[in-house]
């Protein structure tokens, strides 16, 4: 195998910063079609393709991905050979790209996170969005895990797997009870105030299923889909809660809340999802102790 031609990567390096070949050959002073042949020498070195056309867009492959994170680090590098020289070091430093369901608790993605917080080679980026959103930049290798409270879709066909990282009770939290008079579950939810997940929520669903057998109509005052939210009004209002105990974990440590009883049989449970790759980040190996579970759902719910 010939030894890399850096002038190749370069170009190549360019043409995916600048998101197309156009751009690109403007900045570089080239030819469309002369910097599209070193693109294919490169290509036809590493025995990869970089890119994808898709539509009038050139989208990175899998491949192109990890190309690309090497060649920030190779001129990366660059810069702090010169930076070093000149008497201002920099530090190399690794990347991961972590997509979060915007409803998940924080507290359980600084759990999955804490190995890497502070870690001066590690910089993280973490981008929040809904499920659909966030699998399809898996698939474009735009980020390289998805934290989630729901299992990916998953088929013969489907590259995406589902590590489960945690199985949680679920619970209801609220204020201390004047006098310490313990919750009576189910039957003090007939009068008492409720701030419910919203219906998109499994353990949403779950727990609606437990008051219908029970002949049970709630007092519901608030639904909300963001978990943070839920957390805050948890605080500031009167009643009980429906959250996973880690969700206002550190309220619960202070005594601001208390967890009134734990709900039978309703669990929500954390999963990483990962594509499966030739390259995978390896920031990612210590972070993901399960493999794939095979009592993970095998369909979205």
């Known amino acids: ?61 899998e491949a192109g991905q990890i190309a690309l994170d090497y060649a920030d680090t ?22 991961l790209r972590v997509g979060a369901l915007t409803t998940l608790s924080r507290n359980f ?23 659909r959103d966030l699998l399809a930049q898996l698939e474009a290798h735009a980020i390289d895990v998805v934290l989630a409270n729901i299992a990916a879709p998953h088929d013969a066909r489907s590259s995406l797997r589902n590590h489960l990282l945690n199985e949680q009770p679920v619970s209801l939290v609220g204020r201390p009870r004047p006098g310490g008079r313990k919750f009576r579950f189910p039957e003090d939810l007939r009068t008492e105030p409720l701030l419910l997940p919203s219906l ?47 969700v206002v974990r550190d309220e619960l440590d202070a005594g601001i809340l208390v967890e009134h009883c734990r709900i039978p049989e309703v669990t929500e449970r954390f999963f990483a999802i990962v594509q499966k790759r030739r390259f995978p980040n390896r920031l990612l190996a210590d972070m993901l102790p399960v493999p794939p579970s095979a009592n993970a759902p095998q369909t979205a719910r």
Request: charged share 25%; aromatic share 6%.
């Open 200 to 246: 998109d929520s499994d353990i949403r669903v779950a727990f609606d299923r437990i008051l219908e057998l029970a002949g049970i109509r709630p007092v519901i005052v608030a639904e909300v889909d963001d978990m943070a939210m839920l957390r805050l009004l948890a605080r500031e209002r009167e009643g009980v809660t429906l959250a996973p105990p880690i």
């Open 109 to 131: 993605q600084l759990e999955f996170l804490r190995p890497l917080v502070g870690r001066s080679d590690v910089e993280l980026i973490v981008r929040s969005g809904n499920i």
């Open 1 to 61: 195998m010939r030894d890399l031609n850096y002038n190749h990567l370069r170009y190549f390096w360019a043409v995916a910063h600048a998101g197309g070949l156009t751009r690109a050959a403007e900045r570089l002073n080239l030819s469309q079609s002369a910097l599209s042949v070193q693109l294919q020498k490169l290509e036809y070195q590493m025995g990869h393709a970089l890119f994808e056309r898709v539509g009038k867009k050139l989208v990175l492959t």
């Open 74 to 95: 190779i001129f990366k590098s660059g810069d702090e050979l010169m930076s070093t020289l000149k008497g201002r070091p920099l530090a190399s430093r690794q990347v």
